[in-house]
Every structure is written in structure tokens, then in C-alpha cells.
């Protein structure tokens, strides 16, 4: 089968990508700079599938690095780009950093796509892009916002890059997937989301809490427009967002995209608020989480959720977990990380 070069392969959501391409058949070859992941991770994989994925280590900012890549590793058929930074907060302190990765990295394959007879590329973007949206659940035509962090803007920029370098006439095709909120971990609690210090988003500080390296979760914010007061968003789980990447790239290279750049919505149609998360939690895994109500966020979206008709009809793809079971997986992944020593 076509060989898939995965970038950011042994991060959240790459890794996980890769256990599905793998059992679905795909060869990959992995690219990280391992700036937020590590070289275990490729372990963590191997044990699920018995197949070590091919791995480079190196920076996709690097036109050169991806050149020799392509060079040792010819047949590469499709690329799924997770290689990015990604810390709302980080990107207000460092936006250059999030301007030269995010979209350097994505203009180097764009260039190296066509020299090499690459058919298609996954773009990771993300729900951000719908600002605070007038209305939910959100469609793939609901009006982009302007960003409110370079974070933020990097994902609109990179899917206005694709769009002009696709209608000016480049000879491949594009899926972009609008991601919700991927939380959870492979149920095998082989791979799972591992935070650089002290985690800024809710679940990985969820499970810390949970297991005591973390005194309190503070719950941002009690007196928004919902019916419990607390933020809304559309949780997804990690291993069916993998999913959707196979699907995404079988269909470009089976020629079978309706256009030449698509765009889907991935979520579970369902809006969560804080609090709902947080019980959810306690009632699936037995394990209290001692959290406190504070002051709002700066930045957050009051409330947000996806319609995910388009890609539940048009990529044939649907949410199966249930938030029980990911809460179970997201705390399993803790404790393992607790077995192993590393948290
Ligand atoms: C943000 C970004 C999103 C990005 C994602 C991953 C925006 C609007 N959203 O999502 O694009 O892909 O991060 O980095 O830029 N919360 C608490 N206590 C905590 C942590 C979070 O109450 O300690 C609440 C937040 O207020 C929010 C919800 O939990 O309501 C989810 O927060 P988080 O996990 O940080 O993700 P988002 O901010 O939704």
C-alpha cells in the first residue's frame, strides 16, 4: 500500500493516527523533532501494532531535512501534517515561534508535494477558527472569526495557504479537518496525551488532579450564558479523530474527494459544559477530582459544539466512544504514566 509520511507522528493525536493507519495496513514513516513528544512513544505504538513505524528525527521548518526524507523514503503517497506548536497561551508570549513552525513546516511539503508525487495532505485545524460563534452547533459554512491568539491565526492562515496553492493549480488534493476538543488516550493506555509541565488544558489537568499531583482543578468560570454557568465544548475522542485521518487520506488517494480541498467538522454533536465533565468523570472512573470555581479564563469561547453531518455523510465517519469510556481511557493513560514512573 501507499507509504504515508506522518509529521508530528509521535505527539497526541499523530501517534494515535499512526496505531490506524498502521492497522489498516498504511506503511508510515514518522518525522518529529521531538520538541513535545518522545522517542518511547514509538514503543508505545510497536506494542499496539508489532509494527515499528520508520522515523526521522528532524524539523519539518527545514526544507532540506524533508528533501533527503522523501529522497530515503520514496512512495510516499499522502501526508498527514500534525507537526505544529500548539499552547494558545505559549503563542501569545512567542508568536514568531508559532509563525515560523506552523506555517513554515506547511509551505516546505506544499513545495515538496508535487517534485514528489505526493497525491494529498490532511490538515490539522481546529474549531478555533469559528471565534465565538453566533450560533451552535457549527457547520463547516459558519463564518470564520478573527483569531483571537497567533495560535489561532496560524490555523486560518495555513487553510488559506492550502486553498491558494490548491486553486492556483497544484497537482494534489487537500482534506482539512476542524478539530473540537480531542481528550482521551488508546484504550490500550499504551499512548496517551503527555503535557510538557504544568498542563493548560482541562483533561490532562483533570487527571492530574485526580491523582494528586495537582491540588485542585480551578474551573474557569461560573456565571457564563449556559445552564450550569460553565464553558460548553464538543469533546472528542482521540482514537475516533484518528480514525477520521485514515478515512481522510484513503479517500484523496482513491480519488475519491468530491473537490480538490474538503473540509469537515470533527466532533460528536454533543456541547459539555465544565462541570458536566468533571461528574462524568467521577461517575465513570469511581475517582473524585477536588476542583474549585474561579474567575473566567482571558481568551475563552463561552460555548461551542459541531455539527458533524457533513462528515458523518460525506467521509462516512462518526464518534463511537462515549464520554464514559474516554473519561476511563484518559485516567487509565494516567495511571500507567504513575506505573512507569514518569508522573
Ligand atoms: C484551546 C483552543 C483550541 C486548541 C486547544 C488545544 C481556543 C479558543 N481554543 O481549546 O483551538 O486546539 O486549546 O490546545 O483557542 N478549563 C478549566 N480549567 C482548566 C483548564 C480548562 O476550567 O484548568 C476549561 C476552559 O475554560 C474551557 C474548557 O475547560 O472551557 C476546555 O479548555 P481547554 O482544554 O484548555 O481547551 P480550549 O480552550 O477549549
Redesign the pocket.
Known sequence: MDRILVTGGTGYIGSHTVVELQQAGYPVVIIDNLSNSNRDVLDGIERITGIRPDFVEGDCTDIETLRKLFADYPGIKGIINFAAS???GESMQKPILYYRNNLNTLMNLLDLMAPNDVKGIVFSS???VY?EPDENPVTEQSPIKKA??P??NT?QISEEIITDVINAGAPFKSVILR?F???GAHPSAEIGELPNGV?????P??TQTAIGIRKE?????DDYDTPDG????DYINVVDLAKAHVLAVKRMLEDKSEAKIEIFNLGTGNGVS?LE?IDTFEEATGVKVPHKI?G??A???EK?WANPTYANEVLGWKATSTLEDTMCSAWAWQCRLRERGIM
Request: with cysteine; glycine share 10%; net charge positive.
Open positions: 500548539k499552547a494558545v481546529s474549531c478555533t471565534g483571537t491568539s495560535y489561532g490555523k478539530y476538543n480531542p481528550v498542563p493548560q488544558n482541562l483533561i489537568y483533570l482543578l480551578s474551573v474557569f468560570g460553565s464553558c460548553i465544548r465544565v465533565l474561579v473566567r479564563r481568551g475563552d469561547i461551542v
